[in-house]
């Protein structure tokens, strides 16, 4: 599992208080892990300080998976 | 009740009469009290005078850069994460609507409205984190009824109170509430710069048959403030004798 994965899963797992197994790669923030809006907000903002990037809000708005958010970040971590 | 002990609150225009009144009823809850404000002196006058848990960050609400940075500066003061965010700075540049400048719609609107959407945004950062906040517009009247010579004040403080329904909305699920207070005629040298037939005049459509103090819009803060007000957002409570119920 890649460095970044475990600390976005981290990030996920303390903000929504869910359940470790859920939040696979895959799992949708929404759909599968219960998020609203506002806890989307609040993830991209904590992945911005975690990873110190800047995330703006219309990538933000296709970061929908946990996978989405670790691509996302590998890739601005790689430029 | 209402015991404010360990809560963190900034209130702006510090240096007017209501927005005193409000610190010194915060302060006198329990609350550390952040007083911001243009005039440094008049601000640690009263730092002065409440003593212990008194802090000062100045900011000249009209400058959008000092505004961004007054949350931050007021928790570096206080030592502490912002709970209660007291939007009570205001100005006002009347006049009838033929012969209103551009500047003083501007100013207007950038002080009165503008600064608390910039406040609250900041604010709204570190108490969703904690899971806890109190914001409190200091609106008025006549952004519920209008008053003539006053369309650019009326706007901006009608504005603060769309905002706040808005903001309660966003944040509600987050043990944040945002609530106005609209004070009718206090005191104030606002008020003070009336002449006697425009008071009498004035005292006519109040009810309660004097002008307010700046004690009864602090005891409006105080309980919205509190703990105890958190089933109550998106609310503009009227402190005003009764000159309209709304």
């Keep these: 599992m890649s460095e970044v994965l475990e600390r976005v899963r981290k990030i996920v797992i303390d903000h929504l208080d869910a359940d470790p197994d859920k939040v696979t790669e895959k799992a949708s923030f929404i759909d599968d892990l219960e998020a609203d809006s506002l806890d989307i907000v609040e993830l991209v903002m904590a992945f911005e300080e975690e990873f110190d990037i800047e995330i703006p809000d219309d990538s933000a708005e296709h970061i929908l998976t946990v996978g989405d958010a670790v691509a996302y970040i590998d890739g601005k971590l790689k430029s | ?246």
């Design chain 2, 1 to 246: 009740m209402f015991d404010l002990t360990g809560k963190t609150a900034l209130v702006t225009g510090a240096t007017g009469g209501l927005g005193a009144a409000i610190a010194r009823s915060l302060h006198a809850q329990g609350a550390k009290v952040v007083l911001s404000g243009t005039r440094e002196s008049v601000l640690a006058e009263l730092a002065a005078e409440l003593g212990d848990n008194a802090f000062i960050a100045a900011a000249n609400l009209s400058d959008s850069a000092q505004v961004d940075g007054l949350v931050a500066k007021a928790e570096e003061a206080a030592g502490s994460g912002l709970d209660i965010l007291i939007a009570n700075a205001g100005i006002t540049r009347d006049g009838l609507i033929l012969r209103m400048k551009d500047e003083d719609w501007e100013t207007v609107i950038k002080v009165n409205l503008e600064a608390y959407f910039r406040l609250a945004r900041a604010a709204t950062k570190g108490m969703m984190k904690r899971r806890y906040g109190r914001i409190i517009g200091i609106t008025s009247v006549v952004g519920v009824t209008g008053n003539p010579g006053q369309t650019n004040y009326a706007a901006s403080k009608a504005g603060m109170i769309g905002f706040s329904k808005a903001l309660a909305q966003e944040v509600a699920s987050r043990n944040i509430t945002v609530n106005c207070i609209a004070p009718g005629f206090i005191a104030s040298p606002m008020t003070d710069e009336l002449n006697d037939a425009q008071k009498a005049a004035i005292l006519t459509k109040i009810p309660a048959g004097a002008l307010g103090e700046g004690s009864d819009i602090a005891a409006a803060a105080v309980y919205l403030a509190s703990a105890e007000a958190g089933y109550v957002t998106g609310q503009t409570l009227h402190v005003n004798g009764g000159m309209a119920m709304i």
